[in-house]
């Protein structure tokens, strides 16, 4: 066989080998493709898959700035101990296991970390956790650690970057901002604009190591992930703190089921606070709910429904304050139901104002019996007025979850509508709405009839930009005459001042408002179950020139102690009235007003040693009439300024310490020959021997408070 035709041959049998190789090839493609394709996909899938992976969330802001909600970064930091190659770990395990001791877990001495880390390397560990919850400035040493420092495919270190979800102000306002949860809802303001506050959202190729954990195939790919946008709120954070401090206080007084507290800008309608505290079952005071706006939260309003059935009366022009009306000494029975004042009284023939300012029950009952219980036509009409108020409706705060009132229509909810359903809707029963939406109509009322909307959020922004704006929204621009708007906030105003609100009367700022008690299980007879109360009071301040409404609601109060808005939820409400204008003194526009509060940031009447009280005036830059003398003085508050006088003491009669601290009264009456005896703690509060009188000597004890 000549050469050309040997190489011929070994070309085809190369050739024919190659071919038939292909075509293996090719059928083993096949077969593992298409005839074997699931078993191969499916443990691919075991052991590769895409996760979802997000970019930090944008941070939620009060209204200057301080912030409510934030992503707070941390790592998890794990080794696997069998990549490093021997070389590297015998060099570097040392002064690892030493890093470690040092600065990440001192549980450990440096020898017991390297017999730790030489096991796991002994054993084959893929996945061990060094540590959890390592910040990001501790994660840039860590990176330089020995054998760490050679990265993750020669050194082994495994970063996993997590976060999570912090409140500075723990339970304040904690419902209303919401919670981020991964395998459930998210709920108030994180629920709510969540497609903005989430950050950039990827898949991430992870891996599956023999331990079963997984773990991603590329290192350090999240830090490049955008984060969400941020929400400027209109919640205040002082705002906020008194209305919960004060709710708080008064749940804990009381053992109250629940309390609600809400602040509200008159004009714009910017929700400052929204409180939400609730009993848990350790018995201490949580925000698991928003009562304020949710379904759970809808409630009889009660007597504070009151100011909706006496604009209705004046609106449709049916009667004046001065129509009168018998209260029938606080009892009356209409059809199969006894209507009864939360008082016993002797009053009968009164005006629909004095009705209305002693939350008479029988009173705004009759009056609306009398004038829209005659006819179906005028059953409509009151319904049709209530809804002319919007307290039909949501009022579309921008937060999830808002409750649908409940006010009965007398021909759709025939089936529920009795002859005394008006009557009992007059007074607040037969009727549901949240805290928020019976505000919305008080804070209307206090603008002159205009009804804005709530809202929570003014503007969200991203990376310093804004990208949306949220302005005031006016629901209503005219809820009723200005003629009758004036005539209620007149009657809101004598509640606080005669009526059952008189407890606030005193208050450094005016007040305007009204209080509610409701029986909750009020169709179950008295003998059959323990009566449980909710008590509310809803109104606005200053009286003079609203600022801001608010309403306190009190719920599952014990029939055994203290049920009455006017005893529970009216001075909650005088004490965040107080704190909130404490911070806004100087935008007062009643000097009368400006004067109070001065007076009541002075400290009270005192009596002590000139000089003394003198270093203590002028280093608190508190105003005082008159020099002081260096003798004894008696300091008296007079409105805007302190009042000195010089004290006299004469060694013939009983000196007059009460007010002062003790060490200057046991000065003086030691001085004049008594023997002083001591009882509590704080100021004289009384003298056992008269002041004035003849000084003879002897005993005398001094009772301090």
């Known amino acids: 066989m000549d050469k050309r035709t040997e190489l011929l041959a070994r070309v085809y049998v190369v050739t024919i080998f190659f071919v038939l190789f292909c075509l293996l090839v090719i059928g083993r493609l096949i077969d593992v493709n298409i005839l074997e394709g699931e078993k191969w996909r499916s443990k691919l899938q075991k052991n590769i898959k895409w996760i979802e992976v997000e970019g930090d969330r944008g941070n939620i802001y009060a209204d200057d700035g301080s912030i409510l909600a934030a992503s707070q970064p941390f790592f998890e930091i794990r080794f696997d101990a069998v990549t490093p190659t021997d070389k590297v770990f015998d060099q570097g395990v040392d002064s690892l296991a030493y890093y470690i001791a040092t600065f990440l877990r001192p549980d450990k001495s440096p020898i017991g970390w390297k017999n730790e880390l030489v096991a796991k390397r002994r054993n084959g560990a893929r996945y061990y956790q060094i540590k959890n919850h390592v910040d990001y400035n501790m994660l840039m040493k860590i990176r330089n650690f020995p054998v760490f420092r050679e990265g993750r495919i020669k050194g082994g270190l495994i970063e996993i970057q997590k976060s999570s979800r912090v409140k500075p102000y723990k339970e304040m306002a904690s419902r209303t901002i919401g919670v981020d949860r991964k395998n459930a809802a998210k709920i108030g303001l994180e629920g709510s604009f969540d497609e903005f506050l989430k950050g950039q959202t990827i898949k991430r190729l992870y891996k599956k190591l023999p331990s079963k954990s997984w773990i991603p195939v590329q290192e350090h790919e999240n830090m490049l992930l955008n984060k969400g946008s941020d929400l400027n709120t209109t919640l205040n954070i002082g705002i906020s703190d008194a209305v919960h401090q004060a709710v708080l206080r008064k749940l804990q007084q009381t053992n109250a089921k629940t309390g609600v507290g809400i602040v509200m800008d008159v004009k714009t309608g910017e929700i400052k606070a929204m409180t939400n505290l609730t009993r848990a079952s350790n018995g201490a005071y949580v925000e698991n709910y928003n009562f304020a706006i949710g379904e759970d939260g809808k409630y009889n309003p009660g007597s504070t429904f009151k100011l909706a059935t006496m604009l209705a009366l004046l609106e449709d022009g049916h009667l004046t304050l001065e129509t009168l009306v018998d209260l029938e000494s ?64 949501k009022t579309g705060v921008d937060i999830e979850g808002e409750a649908m009132p409940v006010i009965k229509d007398p021909e759709m909810d025939a089936n529920h509508w009795s002859g005394v359903t008006i009557p009992w809707m007059a007074h607040g029963y037969e009727l549901e709405m949240t805290p928020l939406q019976l505000l919305t109509f008080y804070n209307a009322v206090a603008n002159n009839g205009v009804m804005v909307k709530p809202y929570l959020v003014r503007d969200i922004l991203r990376e310093g930009k804004i990208l949306q704006k949220f302005e005031p929204v006016v629901l209503n621009q005219k809820i009723a005459s200005e003629f009758s708007i004036k005539q209620v906030k007149k009657l809101l105003e004598k509640v606080v001042e005669e009526g059952t609100g008189i407890g606030l009367k005193d208050n450094t700022v005016k007040i305007a408002g009204k209080t509610g008690t409701t029986r909750v299980n009020y169709n179950i007879s008295e003998d059959e179950e323990e009566k449980v109360y909710n008590a509310s009071f809803a109104g606005y301040f200053p009286a003079d020139n609203p600022r801001y409404s608010c309403i306190v609601v009190l719920y599952g109060l014990s029939g055994q102690g203290n049920i009455y808005g006017s005893q529970v939820a009216a001075p909650v409400f005088g004490e965040i009235a107080e704190r909130v204008m404490n911070f806004y003194i100087n935008d007062l526009d009643n000097e009368v007003q400006k004067e109070a509060f001065a007076s009541a940031n002075l400290p009270k009447g005192m009596k002590g040693f000139g000089p003394d009280i003198d270093e203590i005036l002028n280093f608190s830059n508190v105003p005082h009439t008159n020099k002081v003398s260096k003798g004894w003085i008696a300091v008296e508050n007079q409105r805007t300024k302190l009042d000195i006088d010089e004290v006299k003491i004469s060694r013939r009669t009983v000196p007059n310490v009460l007010g002062m601290g003790v060490r200057d009264a046991v000065y003086i009456l030691e001085n004049l020959g008594y023997k002083v005896k001591i009882e509590g703690v704080g100021r004289v509060a009384q003298q056992s021997i008269a002041p004035h009188t003849r000084n003879v000597g002897g005993t005398i004890t001094l009772y301090l408070e």
């Open 330 to 393: 606080g009892i009356k029975v209409m059809k199969d139901r006894v209507i009864k004042d939360a008082e016993p009284h002797n009053l009968r023939v009164v005006t629909a104002e004095k009705a209305f300012v002693i939350s008479s029950n029988v009173g705004m009952a009759k009056l609306a019996d009398h004038y829209y219980n005659r006819s179906l036509k005028a059953r409509k009409s009151f319904v049709k007025r209530l809804k002319s108020f919007g307290l039909a409706n």
